[in-house]
């Protein structure tokens, strides 16, 4: 009788180890999960990078000018009007920028007509 409880409890905790090496929440699926997480972490490290950026930009807008007419400047090709305002043929430049302002750009002697700004 003794031999075939020693075999019984040998037998229990046989199952137990599986459980806890194979069986479903043990260790293997502990390695699967730290390796999704680990993968989802570095996937989120740019976004996190952004999302701090954009946070700056929306700070820096609500509280000063300068990166309102920065921003203007980069993306509309705004000029202020006390600047001149330049254009060397054979410079790339967006074609977009060219497009839109085309019409803010005076030619020597011509005066706007009513409704048009300089």
Partial sequence: ??????????TVLGLLQYQLWLGNGGWQDLQQVEQ???????????LR????????EVTDLKTGLDAI??????????V???EQFFWVPG???ENEL???HAGLVAQPGVIPADGESE
């Fill in 1 to 10: 009788m003794h031999k075939w409880l020693v075999g019984l409890l040998l």
């Fill in 36 to 46: 999704r997480v680990a993968l989802q972490e570095a996937a989120n490290d740019p």
């Fill in 49 to 56: 990078e952004r999302n701090a950026r954009l946070a700056a």
């Fill in 69 to 78: 007419e920065e921003r203007a400047r980069s993306d509309m090709g705004m």
């Fill in 80 to 82: 202020r009007t006390d």
């Fill in 91 to 93: 410079v790339a430049i």
């Fill in 98 to 100: 060219v497009g839109i």
